[in-house]
């Protein structure tokens, strides 16, 4: 069976920057493990698949994202790179595109200047203890981390834009918290904050630019800094650019995207 695949760079206007995402339409599900093999031979951070549903009154599509390692319940640079390949090459005329998924109702508009915006939800964060695996992973950690329950990430702020920049922390220690990522932030210099993502147990070592973690990213910095419209940086190797503002129990996150790649995928 040959099924399409498109490669878009997600959260930047020029390929080779911002973070890679494969995204898959299919007619229906394949199974779990062949997902998982193709997003493992994909080797990209995120392999995005979804299924057009008829007739269904709350969303238009059904997605689900794997790293190389595993599945995850949410992922913004894949779904804004599934949004473009469904306004820009499967033709969608409608103003949104809503998706059904683990975690809950998701909706993608464009805006008039061509970004993308993403409707996620305000994941809620606990603060805690920085869990011994962190401190010993990451000098300079503090000693408060925040647990993101609905994401199962950790989140650790430190000084400055340039501690969040020289971070070098050890993977394979943190590969042992499994499929739990660490999120490190600061307060930015051009911009209002910025982040890295690190997710070794998931199959990511680092991630270029990750959509989902500004889910906890733009309410946490929203009540720091006393704003609700935020730009950020997420200051990895390729980087990113993202627009966020915080609307209550959701959170706008708009970003480009760059095409770069289609092709098929041949299946026995």
């Not at 010993?136 to 340039?162: H, Q």
Request: proline fraction near 7%; charge should be negative.
């Amino acid at each position: 069976m040959k099924h399409p695949i498109y490669q878009v760079d997600a959260f930047t206007n020029t390929i080779f920057g911002g973070n890679p995402a494969a995204v898959m339409p299919l007619e229906q599900w394949l199974p779990d493990n062949v997902m998982q093999s193709l997003a493992l031979e994909n080797n990209l951070s995120e392999t995005a698949y979804f299924v057009r549903l008829d007739n269904n009154e709350d969303a238009d599509f059904h997605i689900r994202w794997f790293t190389p390692g595993t599945e995850v319940p949410l992922c913004g640079h894949a779904t804004l790179a599934s949004a473009w390949v469904i306004f820009n090459k499967l033709g969608w005329k409608g103003e949104q595109i809503r998706f059904r998924s683990k975690s809950g109702p998701l909706a993608v508009r464009q805006t008039d200047d061509g970004w993308l915006v993403l409707d996620f939800p305000n994941l809620a964060f606990e603060p805690q203890p920085t869990p011994a695996l962190i401190r010993d992973a990451l000098e300079g950690a503090p000693d408060t981390a925040f647990f993101v329950p609905n994401d199962t990430n950790y989140m650790v702020v430190l000084e400055n834009e340039a501690a969040v920049r020289a971070a070098q922390p050890d993977l394979l220690k943190l590969k042992q918290l499994g499929n739990q990522g660490l999120i490190v932030t600061a307060p930015g210099q051009d911009c209002d904050f910025v982040s890295r993502y690190f997710a070794p147990g998931a199959g990511i070592e680092e991630d270029p630019v990750t959509g989902s973690i500004h889910s906890v990213l733009v309410p946490y910095w929203a009540e720091q800094l006393g704003k609700t419209r935020l730009d950020a940086r997420q200051v990895s190797a390729r980087g990113g650019l993202l627009r966020c503002e915080l609307k209550g129990d959701r959170v706008d996150i708009a970003g480009q995207a760059a095409f770069y790649m289609e092709g098929s995928v041949h299946l026995p």
